[in-house]
């Protein structure tokens, strides 16, 4: 799943016809005044400026602004650039033209199993979160389309009567064609807006989620994906991320502030599995991490090094099933060069590692892990047959 | 009995060097359960028309490589599977290929990374055909004792330690390809093993759930119990509490549930797979799951590590009530075993082998590669240069600074000698025909011999013979007079004592310079005194004074030539080069330039 920004995520619904606000995105004032001397919008009508960043909640951290004038506009720009909201800061701000109007609607398409569901409420903004029964749902099997006549009877059963019934039911068809067409998984409108000049419907403000897998289909998504936690990646998981971009198979980092226990599992199933072991003992996560897909050693190495670089951590857990292909030997290989380097810049005193791992050449590099303890590691490895989430259980009994 | 796979089942594999991969893991499984190879045919358009070579015990197997799965089908009618491991740009439109063949009535996909629509529209066209869609992501589908899709199992010894040369009482049906292979150990170790263990992907919308899996499994009387494994996000899991609880059903039901660890984790942060998302208002979540589960009457273990207990209950269950009745386990002699490799079964001290060839110069298996024992960096950071590396390899010894320097100057003044000298007129004509560097320099090199460059060796060879055994001059020319014919190393096509060979003068200057002793170099020098007095030509030319000069150092008369070669190996490489750079036109020789002394055109005979 990918988030994108509003930006870009308006400039695909306008692709397929959805009328948007006119707006910029700009990352200075000199951008931005340079912009309004050649954009009528800016210079005549009112205005609304938002932080474009992937920040939850922006009204309540003043980071939106509506019913600006053009000068009023640069005061907010200026305002906001540069801001810091927990890591994250904001680089980037919309201004879109306020559209005058009186109704505002709700629009979305979601991905399901067999197709999407298109949903229509004849309410819009926060009064819809209140009143989700007024909500009324289409479902579109894939590969079909939405038929005109069941879009109409949407609008109906929404509540939508007159010429805004017709335009909302085609707005709906517009959607479910950027929907479709852009490998979306989830697309909201919230509010769409009855235009008070000439009753067009507009687009306020948009929510963009698309499948990354299928960008390479998708030559013209030259934007940025948004980090999905609500806050910016860190320079590890950023590093991190870069290897796994460049390997076969693939490594995972995830760090969580005020945790001590340090997770360096394989695979994408037992490392869940060992998260929620240790939650299950109490324990206080320190990482995500994954290795999986046999991947080379030398990336492992680098998943290590991060690994045993977090802040005050207590135990790292080296959890793993029994592989299918992933090389025991050669990943383990790289885990070792990892602590090996650690300790040799002073990291992992008084840190406890923990070991248990099957699969090709298991014997091998189990055994290599086993000689970390005449290298003055505490280290305590297993074999398969001890249970997949035992070591857990043994680091946090004597924490 | 199994679900899925099963004795019958033919299988061709669309895709490159991973798909070859999986087919060797096949192959492994069919050697334990000692059954013939069922992977019939490949389909990959970049090698259709070549074969894939598959190891099957010490033996190998030719596997054909088709363009389209309609010509792997028409070839091999008996075809009813395919696994896909085609990139994940292509994939949809080969999986399409296989699922609309009329012969096919299972596609496993193992590629990861495909978009949702494409896995939908999948799944759909499977519906539509009555067939199986398994997969994105999917490790495959194993049915003990009878058949392996995909690397599901792992290694060999795995699939011997989890028992799966013969069939047990349990199915697996699992998101995560990784635990597929915990699971089917654990059923392995704590009951009797498994029927059939499936990996339906971890993405968000696999192509056929579990309730699908789970209504097969029901229907196969072979399986007593199904151990689900599943992940949070989406509903596959409800749907299959659902169907479990919708009436009463002849498996039981296990399960465990990942992702408990989300509730305490920061907001929006998720993990694992790409289908292991919640969704709004806590459905999808662990605890929702795990919950739906347990009310159906599934036994849900409160942990992963609770699992192989409940499964042991569950088997012992059965046995108490008669509907297992455990088997002996086939003892470790009678399970076959994979052959070893080569190196392997030295390594185990099992056999011996004469070497083919046998070096004593070199070693190349370490991190870097040792002439005569010493390491190339060591050497290089202690000083030592080329001619060092030379006497090493050439002749075993680390020679002095002394001898090094009069090698060096060797193939200084050795390295090229113009264009117009056999070697370098050969490679240049071969440049200018377009012929690559290689071949062109040796071109050059095929003209070195006896009357160009070559005669190094053998003048060495004769001055040594000559000094070893004593004889004066007199007596060498005699005993080379009756014996061999002209004195290698002895005279020149344009130099003579009044227009002398600077080289020579040079290398006799410097070595003479040095105070050592030089026996050769003497005799030679003493040999050309008497020749050169016969006819002004007959000097000691640039090949005798290095043969000479190097015998008196120590080198073995065999390597002698070498040191020409290599000298003017960098002259020829020049040329080359050279030419190349000029981008020079093909030499063809002017007819004015031959004399035609051929017979006059006349009449041909008729043929008798």
Same mark, same amino acid.
């Given at each position: 799943m990918a988030k994108v920004l509003e930006g870009p995520g308006m400039g695909l619904m306008k692709k397929w016809g959805i009328t948007v606000p006119n707006y910029v995105v700009v990352t200075s004032v000199e951008q931005f005044n340079e912009l309004a001397t050649v954009n009528d919008w800016i210079q005549k009508g009112k205005l609304v400026a938002k932080?474009?960043?992937?920040?939850?909640s922006r009204f309540k951290l003043g980071l939106v602004k509506v019913d600006l004038d053009r000068k009023g506009a640069e005061a907010a720009v200026k305002e906001m650039l540069g801001k810091q909201v927990g890591s994250i800061t904001v680089t980037q701000v919309i201004v879109s033209e306020m559209i005058p109007h009186k109704e505002e609607h709700y629009a979305s398409v979601k991905s399901t199993r067999t197709g999407c569901e298109i949903f229509l409420a004849n309410c819009g903004g926060i009064e819809v979160e209140s009143n989700w029964g007024r909500v009324k749902k289409l479902t579109v099997e894939i590969g079909d389309k939405p038929a005109a006549a069941d879009l109409d009877k949407l609008a109906k059963d929404a509540g939508f009567a007159g010429p805004v019934a017709k335009k909302i039911a085609e707005f709906a068809n517009k959607l479910f064609a950027a929907f479709d067409n852009e490998d979306a998984q989830y697309l909201e409108v919230n509010p769409v807006v009855v235009r008070a000049s000439d009753g067009e419907l507009i687009a306020l403000d948009a929510v963009t989620l698309l499948?990354?897998?299928?960008?390479?289909?998708?030559?013209?998504?030259?934007f940025q994906f948004a980090a999905e936690f609500g806050r910016a990646y860190t320079k590890d998981e950023v590093e991190v991320m870069a290897v796994d971009s460049k390997i076969k198979g693939s490594v995972k980092f995830i760090q969580i502030p005020g945790g001590n226990i340090a997770m360096l599992p394989a695979g994408g199933g037992a490392s869940v599995y060992y998260s929620d072991a240790v939650v299950a003992r109490g324990g206080k996560l320190a990482n995500y991490a994954e290795y999986s897909g046999d991947p080379p050693d030398w990336a492992v190495e680098v998943l290590t090094e991060k690994v045993a670089s977090l802040?005050?951590?207590?135990h790292i857990i080296v959890g793993g099933a029994?592989?299918?292909?992933?090389?025991v030997k050669k990943t383990f290989g790289g885990i070792i060069a990892g602590f090996r380097k650690a300790k040799s810049e002073?990291?992992?005193?008084?840190v406890k590692i923990w070991v248990r791992r099957g699969g090709p050449n298991e014997k091998e590099g189990l055994e290599l892990m086993r000689k970390l303890k005449d290298e003055g590691f505490d280290i305590t490895v297993f074999d398969r047959?001890?249970?997949?989430?035992d070591i857990v259980d043994m680091a946090l009994q004597n924490k | 009995m199994s679900i899925l796979a099963n004795k019958d089942t033919r299988v061709v594999i669309q895709g490159g060097a991973a798909g070859v991969n999986a087919a060797r893991r096949m192959a492994e499984f069919c050697y334990l359960n000692k059954k013939s190879l069922y992977v019939e045919a490949f389909v990959y358009p970049p090698d259709a028309g070549k074969t894939n070579e598959v190891p099957y015990g010490s033996g190998l197997l030719t596997i054909p490589v088709y363009k389209t799965v309609a010509e792997a089908t028409k070839n091999?009618?008996?075809?009813n599977t395919s696994l896909v491991y085609i990139g994940a740009d292509r994939a949809c439109a080969g999986t399409l290929e296989a699922l609309n063949?009329?012969?096919?009535?299972l596609v496993s996909m193992i590629t990861e990374g495909v978009p949702e629509k494409d896995a939908k529209l999948l799944a759909k066209q499977a519906t539509k055909l009555g067939k199986v869609f398994n997969g994105p992501s999917s490790i495959g589908i194993i049915s003990a004792g009878s058949c392996r899709l995909?690397?599901?199992?792992?290694?060999f010894d795995n699939l011997v330690a989890c028992k799966l040369y013969r069939e047990g009482s349990f199915g697996v049906i699992t998101k995560s390809g990784g635990l597929s292979n915990e699971i089917i150990w654990i059923c392995s170790q704590f009951?009797?093993?498994?029927?059939t263990a499936i990996g339906?992907?971890?993405?968000?919308?696999?192509?056929?759930?579990?309730v699908s899996y789970l209504e097969m499994f029901e229907n196969?009387?072979?399986?007593?119990a199904v151990v689900i494994v599943g992940e949070m996000g989406g509903d596959l899991e409800e749907r299959a509490a659902e169907w479990y609880g919708a009436k009463k059903r002849r498996i039981k039901l296990l399960a465990v549930v990942s992702g408990f660890c989300q509730e305490s984790l920061p907001k929006g942060m998720k993990f694992g797979h790409a289908g292991a998302k919640e969704g709004m208002?806590?459905?999808?979540?662990a605890r929702s799951k795990s919950d739906a589960l347990k009310k159906a009457g599934a036994i849900v273990p409160p942990t992963f590590g609770a699992l192989g207990p409940a499964i042991k209950e569950t088997y012992d269950e059965f046995v108490k009530s008669g509907q297992i009745v455990p088997v002996a386990d086939v003892p470790a002699s009678e399970v076959p075993k994979l052959p070893k490799t080569v190196e392997q079964a030295m390594r185990d001290n099992e056999v011996t082998v004469v070497p083919l060839i046998r070096t004593t110069i070199s070693d190349d298996r370490g991190d870097e590669p040792c002439y005569d024992g010493y390491p190339a960096s060591e050497l290089i950071n202690k000083g030592y240069e080329i001619p060092h590396i030379i006497g090493l390899l050439w002749d075993k010894r680390l020679i002095s600074k002394q001898e090094a320097e009069i090698v060096k100057r060797i193939l200084m003044l050795s390295a090229d000698h113009g264009p117009c000298v056999s070697g370098a007129y050969a490679t240049i004509l071969a440049a200018c025909a377009g012929i690559g560097l290689s071949q062109a320099v040796a071109a050059g090199m095929i003209m070195i011999g006896p009357r160009f460059g070559g005669a190094v060796t053998d003048a060495g060879r004769w001055f040594k013979y000559a000094v070893d055994n004593k004889m004066t001059v007199d007596e060498f020319l005699a005993y080379m007079k009756k014996n061999v014919g002209p004195v290698p190393g002895i005279g020149h096509r344009v130099k003579s004592l009044?227009?002398?060979d600077k080289r020579v003068k040079e290398l006799v200057g410097y070595v003479k310079s040095l105070n050592i002793k030089t026996p050769y170099l003497d005799f030679a020098l003493q040999v050309e005194q008497v020749t050169a007095a016969k006819k002004d030509n007959l000097i000691l030319n640039v090949d005798g004074t290095m043969a000479a000069v190097l015998v008196d150092i120590?080198?073995?008369? &065999?390597? =002698?030539n070498g040191f020409f070669i290599l000298a003017r190996t960098i002259g020829l490489i020049g040329h080359w080069v050279d030419q190349k750079r000029q981008d020079s036109r093909l030499i063809r020789l002017f &007819?004015? =330039?031959?004399?035609?002394?051929?017979?006059k055109r006349r009449e041909v005979p008729p043929l008798k």
């Open positions: 932080a474009h960043e992937a920040l939850g499948d990354g897998d299928a960008k390479f289909r998708h030559p013209d998504w030259n802040p005050d951590i207590k029994i592989a299918n292909f992933t090389d002073g990291r992992l005193r008084g047959s001890t249970p997949l989430t | 091999h009618p008996g075809i063949d009329p012969h096919i009535k995909g690397v599901i199992g792992g290694a009951a009797d093993g498994i029927t339906i992907g971890g993405d968000a919308y696999p192509g056929t759930d579990y196969d009387p072979k399986t007593k208002k806590g459905e999808g979540s009044r227009n002398p120590g080198f073995p008369v &065999d390597s =002698l &007819d004015y =330039l031959v004399n035609y002394a051929a017979p």
